[in-house]
């Protein structure tokens, strides 16, 4: 069989524009995994994925489920062609073709998951690839599923924690998943997801700036709103990952400015969604100016593509910390008692945020009459 480096496929699609071309490849020995630059970096573990809990999202990911789990490979195909042609959102502005990804890229159990739960899933969607060939979507997900796995294996933790024996590991399922990206990009048929998991795939790999330049470049040539792509790119410009402080934030304001209108605000509003997973809280201490900004981008959101509890919450977090007290007062009134924790970390600091807005309103009001 024929292996192909990603390095190799990211410098062609990035210059090449037709189907046809981005399928002629010349054969080149694969690049291994430099473990000595990997095991250097002080922490390079990814964030912990927000946990996405509105309940359209959450279903439509489930229903994807259930049909991996029944091996109803044609539904999930032709399910992924048309969600991935018509671009379709669910609320929130959440792209399906990456609810439907997110179905198949851990086993059920996700962090609790052992590594039987793993071959399991690995050994579906091995069944899939054989059984469908032409399947760009069973390529991508199996490329992701390993890249996740891989990680199982090193872990979360400093690179000087990691354990010897977990590091061939760790490569040899990083080489997997390379493997899996460069058969799905001798298909017919491409896919955007393509592009974020072969980000992931090189940050694991601790590949170079222009080399993960290059896929993004290509990633949003072919799909410019795929906001997946600008916050793996924004990821990569941490100083974790060899950034400067600003990177990640001037990043977002070009990116805005490039895109505009509606889309630009929510790309936006999607990187500093992505940052709070590293940050925390901590993040808008240092990112007032942002929060007008921010505020565009979530009403952009529910203009387009109509209201979500996890984005309700997500921009009354980032209104706490501007100046338009009525906006923030107006986000906590929607919300109510129903806070969605997995963005406040606590119901605890939920309410401290939401007394502190109701003080300032009051305040206000005192002010007003005097």
């Keep these: 069989m024929k292996k192909f480096t990603l390095v190799q496929i990211t410098l062609l699609l990035a210059v090449l524009s037709s189907a046809a071309c981005q399928r002629s490849f010349a054969r080149l020995a694969p690049a291994a995994t430099d473990r000595a630059a990997v095991k250097s970096s002080p922490a390079n573990a990814p964030a912990p994925a927000a946990p996405v809990v509105d309940k359209e999202y959450e279903a439509y990911r489930q ?48 962090d609790k998951a052992s590594d039987g739960d793993w071959e399991d899933l690995l050994k579906n969607l091995t069944t899939w690839t054989n059984s469908k060939p032409n399947s760009v979507t069973a390529r991508v997900a199996s490329a992701e599923a390993w890249v996740n796995y891989a990680w199982k294996a090193r872990g979360n933790g400093y690179a000087d924690k990691v354990p010897e024996a977990a590091w061939p590991v760790f490569e040899k399922r990083l080489g997997n998943a390379e ?12 896919c955007p997801y393509w592009f974020v998991v072969g980000l992931t795939l090189g940050r694991a790999q601790q590949r170079d700036r222009d080399w993960l330049e290059k896929i993004f470049t290509a990633g949003v040539q072919m799909e410019p709103t795929f906001y997946y792509l600008y916050q793996e790119k924004a990821t990569y410009l941490l100083p974790r990952w060899g950034g400067q402080p600003g990177d990640w934030e001037r990043f977002a304001d070009d990116s805005a400015l490039k895109i505009s209108g509606h889309e630009g605000d929510i790309i936006f509003f999607a990187i500093y969604s992505q940052m709070l997973t590293y940050e925390g809280i901590e993040l808008m201490n240092r990112s007032q100016k942002a929060v007008p900004k921010l505020l565009d981008g979530f009403r952009s959101i529910e203009k387009l593509y109509g209201t979500s509890r996890h984005r309700l919450n997500e921009a009354a977090l980032f209104s706490v910390f501007g100046l338009d007290r009525q906006a923030a007062n107006d986000l906590f009134a929607r919300i109510g008692n129903d806070p969605d924790e997995s963005v406040w970390h606590s119901r605890q600091h939920f309410e401290v945020f939401r007394q502190g807005v109701e003080q300032q309103a009051q305040a206000a009001q005192v002010q007003q009459k005097n």
């Design 63 to 110: 229903q994807v489920l259930q049909k991996f789990v029944k091996q109803d490979y044609d539904w999930i195909d032709q399910e992924a062609h048309s969600v991935r042609l018509k671009k379709e959102r669910l609320p929130g502005g959440y792209w399906k073709l990456r609810a439907l990804y997110a179905a198949m890229e851990e086993p059920a159990r996700g």
């Design 179 to 190: 493997q899996a990206l460069a058969d799905a990009a001798r298909l017919k048929e491409q």
